[in-house]
């Protein structure tokens, strides 16, 4: 049974920083393609940035140059390092892994809270 679960999230300033964290279960974060969506009230999920097993990185054009997606495959983790916050990234933010192979699989976690308020 896969587990993902995500942590960090909290109420942080505009212009602030914060460190998301996903932790997942096995070895999903180093061969799975994983992924950072995130979701506002009343608005629907969007991708926040992904990266491949292979380390290849996307980020939605709101969060380039202010968002990182970094992973280590030893402690099967993957981060979302997020600076410059604006109050319009105050969202659920989730963790989320793809198969890339054979049978199709998606996993979710449950979500951690992000608030950027002053």
């Known amino acids: 049974q896969v587990q993902i679960v995500e942590s960090g999230g909290g109420l942080v300033q505009p212009g602030g920083s914060l460190r998301l964290s996903c932790a997942a279960s096995?070895?999903?974060?180093?061969?799975?393609?994983m992924g950072w969506y995130r979701q506002a009230p009343g608005k629907q999920r969007e991708v926040v940035a992904t990266i491949t097993s292979g380390g290849s990185t996307n980020y939605a054009d709101s969060v380039k140059g202010r968002f990182t997606i970094p992973k280590d495959n030893a402690k099967n983790t993957l981060y979302l390092q997020m600076n410059s916050l604006k109050p319009a990234a105050t969202a659920v933010y989730y963790c989320?892994?793809?198969?890339?192979?054979?049978?199709?699989?998606?996993?979710w976690g449950q979500g951690t809270e992000v608030t950027v308020s002053s």
């Open positions: 989320k892994a793809d198969r890339p192979f054979g049978p199709r699989a998606t996993y």
């Open positions: 096995g070895s999903i974060v180093c061969i799975y393609t």
